[in-house]
């Protein structure tokens, strides 16, 4: 508070402060001595008041004169504060009395001398009168010693008071007087030091604001006077300073100006070299896209006639030719895409999704896929989630299955015999993002120190040598490290010579919703089952999958001992229930096998049999029922559980039928699409590949389709005119909720999805989707993957790759391209191309309407409705105009206007160049 003030309130404040205490101090002190004086003299005047009735009264009390003595009384009472005047008996019976009625009570005491009571307002005195007193008078008393009565005075303090009050007043008002006085030398003196400091304040206040010229006059003080000195001589020298420093500014001025110059000339110089450098960027990227769409074209087309060649019939060496030649068609296409990806990241133009998945789906997804070549190696490919990690992930599935994949393959590449492991463990955890590493654990040749140093460049390998075995680019690891750099996470690898290598990644991702599907299905809770499995880290994976679904896990050593220990618990009380089984050719014989499943059916335990994938076929054969018996390695915990919930409790159909069909019955599968070209490719290609197929043109006919049959798997296009897809796939489940119905998966296909799209559909409560062209390949595993069917005639082609935007490059009819979109027959290509054909006018008018009418949204359907009709055409212009025209319009980039345009001079070259050929 005190630092608050300025030097004129500290001023008064330490003249009036001490000045005002000592004032008080001494006027309280000696206000206090005078009421005291005051009191003192009232008491003793009543004293001698007392003291001198005594003897006036002595005679008049002696003889019972009231008379004389009402007399005394009265004059009494003309003496200064006397208030009231009593003479009593000696009984203290009153005689006379002046005055009012006293206040105080009668004093009490020692009766030979004088008593006395005070309160606030009056002091009581009471004297004895004794013959004695009579003696003073100057007449005789008979005894001196006789008590003749009493005097009695009351003396009143108002006038006391009054006297103390004035005397107060007075000596408050001369403290005031003094401290007024006080206060108007304190100002003065406060006015005389603030003046100066004003003075001075505004000199430097107009020195801050840079006038340097001021300068401040005497102040009439030996020290302000310095004072002012001493700021004129800094403003003088702050002159000179600012002088000089004008004089330099204006020096480093001109300099820079000169720089300046020289600087621009070479800023021009180096524009120029960067607009050369961009431009040099720019062709090599066109180079880049024009050399890829180049050798993808020719490509795909050895692919597609290379697949139809082997549907023929062939010799063995013819065979063995085209195998090859697909084998290293299959490397090339890998390798443009390694070089694709690595471009597309260099550039930044890589973008990462962020839809739902499933953490174990994705790596048991990755292992299924690689397995066929480890176990050509005779590998042992293990995966591990441990129980703690969230399954349920939101991130990019797609590029995190391609980091893995590879990684995988690497491992699969330069191991000779062991195991690979691959391992998903939790890190950190919070409440909605989890951090996770995943490893891929070999036993392979392992890396030495200069290895790891160049592992992850670009175009690098750990075997660089003319011998190396391995092949590729050396882009793989690049590509993986950049991947998960941009997803936020790191990529490393430690290794040691001779005994294997681990790569792992670690990764923030946001948690999902959780998946119904991952908790044990209700016929396996509480249920046994014993584990046969010679390979030890394959065994615990297979026992955590078990204890996943829900199942107790006994291990047993070899097939004697499970079998007994099957027959002793056999009638206790928690039985063995289902067994399953890890075989392989050198352990244990498909005949062998076969008879130890039979005699643990008859013991009443269910059998399932894993083995590796070049084995299938064989064990296939020897097992009562394959389909349902054996599955292969690595066990994929899904079919794994979904196999035991069979044997345990076979599926009912629709009509509550047993299930007396065969696993190997074909699938019953419906086509949704408004498109009839397309939809009678899809159905073509299902019905070739041996489903019993079903096709229908509207969401309503596929709701109406699936209240009359059950299907095994439904192929649904996105964009149709009345009821879309999402909305049938909506009343779909909502039907199915209502009548007790298992969810049937619905795939979406759509010929153009963009990432906000693509998770629109998994989230609108389709399982899945498909980006047209669909290929045999594709189809086969997606059936496979949904509902555990396999498609018996499964083609061999490539899905065909989406083409770059060349317009001037693309042709208008490739005749090549459509015999392969459409399988390879000739009349399918043909009629899917009559049926574009004969839609295109009215599919122009359509999308001329709706433009000029404003309808965005009937211009985006028409437009892929047309798109979806060209992917399974060879119309490559037309199929670039519709896929940049309807991108445009979902984007609601205003150049959709000049795509439309593009697309109507796309569709009007086609109709002209199909009459010139006579189609």
């Avoid at 607009?275 to 180079?287: H, T, V, Y």
């Avoid at 990690?389 to 994949?405: A, E, N």
Wanted: one cysteine or more; proline letters at 4%; hydrophobic letters at 40%.
């Amino acid at each position: 508070m005190f630092k608050d003030l300025g030097i004129k309130g500290r001023v008064l404040m330490l003249t009036l402060l001490p000045t005002s205490l000592l004032a008080l101090v001494l006027g309280g002190y000696f206000t206090w001595v005078q009421l005291s004086d005051l009191q003192a003299q009232l008491l003793q005047r009543g004293e001698m008041i007392v003291e001198q009735l005594a003897p006036l009264a002595a005679p008049a009390l002696a003889h019972g004169d009231n008379r004389v003595l009402q007399r005394i009384a009265a004059d009494a009472l003309e003496q200064p504060d006397v208030r009231a005047v009593s003479f009593l008996t000696p009984e203290r019976q009153r005689l006379a009395h002046a005055g009012p009625n006293m206040l105080n009570d009668t004093p009490s005491g020692d009766s030979s001398r004088l008593l006395m009571r005070s309160d606030q307002d009056a002091t009581r005195f009471l004297l004895p009168v004794y013959g004695r007193h009579s003696m003073v008078a100057g007449q005789e008393a008979a005894d001196s010693e006789q008590l003749l009565g009493w005097v009695e005075v009351e003396m009143s303090h108002h006038g006391t008071l009054l006297r103390g009050y004035r005397s107060l007043l007075t000596s408050l008002l001369l403290i005031i007087a003094g401290l007024a006085v006080t206060a108007l030398l304190a100002l003065r003196m406060s006015r005389s030091i603030n003046e100066p400091l004003r003075r001075i304040q505004q000199g430097v206040a107009q020195l801050k604001d840079g006038r340097l010229e001021t300068r401040l006059p005497l102040l009439g003080s030996h020290e302000l006077d310095e004072l002012a000195s001493g700021i004129n001589r800094m403003a003088e020298a702050l002159q000179n300073a600012q002088e000089e420093l004008q004089h330099s500014i204006d020096q480093a001025t001109e300099d820079v100006r000169q720089n300046l110059e020289t600087i621009e000339i070479q800023n021009i110089e180096l524009d120029l070299a960067r607009k050369e450098a961009l431009e040099a960027s720019r062709i090599k990227s066109e180079f880049l896209a024009n050399m890829s769409h180049e050798i993808r074209t020719p490509l795909n087309g050895i692919l597609g006639f290379t697949n139809l060649l082997l549907k023929s019939d062939l010799t063995p060496r013819q065979q063995d030719y085209l195998t090859t030649i697909e084998k290293s068609a299959d490397s090339l296409l890998g390798i443009i895409n390694e070089i694709l990806d690595f471009s597309k990241i260099e550039a930044g133009k890589l973008v990462l999704e962020s839809i739902p998945f499933n953490l174990r789906d994705l790596l048991q997804d990755c292992l299924t896929i690689l397995a066929p070549a480890a176990h050509d190696k005779q590998l042992e490919l293990v995966s591990l989630v441990y129980r703690d990690t969230p399954l349920s992930l939101i991130g990019d599935p797609l590029r995190l299955k391609q980091v893995l994949t590879n990684l995988i393959s690497n491992a699969i590449k330069f191991t000779r015999e062991g195991t690979i492991a691959v391992r998903a463990m939790l890190e950190d955890d919070s409440d909605d993002r989890a951090q996770l590493r995943i490893s891929v654990q070999d036993t392979g040749i392992g890396l030495s120190e200069e290895d790891l140093r160049t592992l992850f460049q670009a175009f690098s390998q750990a075997d660089n040598s003319l011998s190396r075995q391995a092949g590729g680019t050396g882009l793989g690891l690049v590509i993986s490290k950049r991947l998960i750099e941009q997803m936020g996470g790191e990529i490393g690898v430690e290794s040691t010579p001779g005994e294997g290598s681990e790569f792992w990644i670690t990764l923030s991702l946001p948690k999902g919703r959780e998946d119904v599907e991952d908790h044990p299905r209700a016929p396996l809770l509480g249920r046994r089952v014993a584990v046969l499995e010679s390979h030890e880290l394959a065994c615990q994976a297979l026992q955590h999958q078990l204890e996943d679904c829900g199942l107790q896990v006994q291990v047993f050593a070899d097939m004697d001992s499970l079998i007994d220990g099957v027959a002793a618990q056999r009638h206790g009380n928690a039985p063995l229930d289902l067994e399953v089984l890890g075989v392989s050719l050198r352990e244990l014989p498909p005949e062998r096998l076969s008879q130890r499943i039979r005699d643990l059916e008859r013991l009443g335990c269910k059998c399932l049999a894993l083995c590796p994938t070049n084995e299938q076929a064989i064990y296939h054969e020897a097992l009562p029922d394959g389909y349902a018996q054996l599955q292969a390695k690595p066990a994929y915990t899904r079919k794994l559980q979904r196999a035991l919930s069979d044997l345990i409790s076979p599926r009912q159909s629709v009509r509550q039928e047993p299930t007396s069909i065969p696993s190997n019955r074909a699938p019953r599968l419906l086509c949704v699409d408004d498109n009839p070209a397309n939809l009678l490719l899809v159905q073509t290609l299902l019905s070739d590949m041996g489903a019993e197929a079903t096709a229908v043109d509207s969401g309503y006919a596929a709701l109406d389709a699936v209240k009359q049959e059950r299907f095994d798997l439904i192929f649904m296009d996105v964009q149709m005119p009345g009821m879309d897809g999402r909305q049938t796939t909506e009343a779909i489940r909502a039907w199915e909720a209502e009548h007790g119905h298992g969810q049937v998966p619905i795939i979406a296909l759509t010929a153009h999805a963009l990432a906000n799209e693509k998770r629109a559909l998994l989230q609108s409560g389709l399982d899945d989707y498909l980006t047209k062209p669909i290929s045999e390949r594709q189809l086969a595993q997606v059936v496979l993957k949904w509902t555990g069917l396999a498609l018996r005639n499964q083609g061999q082609e490539r899905p065909v790759e989406p083409l770059p935007k060349v317009e001037t490059t693309l042709s208008v009819l490739d005749a090549e391209e459509g015999l392969r979109l459409a399988a390879g027959k000739a009349d399918l290509a043909a009629d899917m191309l009559a049926m574009l054909l004969a839609s295109l006018d009215a599919d122009r008018q359509a999308i001329r309407q709706a433009r000029d009418a404003g309808d965005r949204a009937t211009l985006i359907e028409r437009v892929h409705r047309l798109h979806g009709a060209t992917r399974y055409c060879g119309v490559p212009q037309l199929r670039e105009a519709c896929q940049r025209s309807e991108t445009l319009l979902k984007q609601d980039d205003p150049a959709y206007k000049t795509a439309l345009d593009d697309l109507d001079a796309a569709i009007v070259r086609l109709a002209k160049e199909a009459a010139q050929i006579g189609v």
